[in-house]
């Protein structure tokens, strides 16, 4: 198995057992940490093979604000490249997945609410590159400060 090297912020159903397992062959070990200057929401999913694995039709979504009051509590997953080739497969088009810095000064990945996504997001479906070994997930202006100049995080 390649190295865990991406860390991937997690506010949502990828925190959940069963859908690490299907997403990723298993279940990483996290680490608690806080997403500043975002809100979380509530966003519904059509996609029948995500709600048959999460176990649910509505699913957590972030936004960004801005405002350091606002911050959203998660777990930081240390995955392969391919592991986030899955991540990118599971979330549905409502979802794209941004760079953006945490509460502990570290950089990661964040699936972001594709309407108010930050310039340079990466849509779901649509990576530069496929990373080798990804699997296929069942059915399915100016740039803000907290994004990484190539838009991807910087590392940790």
Do not use: C
Request: hydrophobic share 35%; glycine share 10%; net charge positive.
């Amino acid at each position: 198995m390649a190295a865990a090297t991406e860390a991937l912020f997690s506010y949502g159903t990828l925190q959940l057992a069963p859908v690490q397992r299907a997403t990723f062959g298993r279940t990483p070990q996290g680490q608690s940490d806080q997403l500043p200057g975002f809100r979380l929401g509530a966003r519904r999913i059509d996609d029948p093979g995500v709600v048959a694995v999460s176990g649910q039709a509505e699913h957590p979504i972030v936004h960004g604000t801005g405002d350091p009051a606002d911050s959203v509590p998660g777990t930081v997953l240390m995955l392969t490249p391919a592991e986030v080739g899955n991540a990118d497969t599971y979330e549905v088009s409502a979802y794209q997945r941004a760079a953006a810095p945490l509460a502990s000064g570290r950089r990661i990945w964040v699936y972001v609410d594709a309407r108010r996504a930050p310039p340079g997001a990466r849509r779901r479906g649509r990576p530069p590159a496929k990373p080798r070994g990804a699997r296929r997930f069942p059915p399915s202006g100016p740039r803000p400060p907290w994004l990484a100049p190539s838009g991807v995080p910087a590392s940790a």
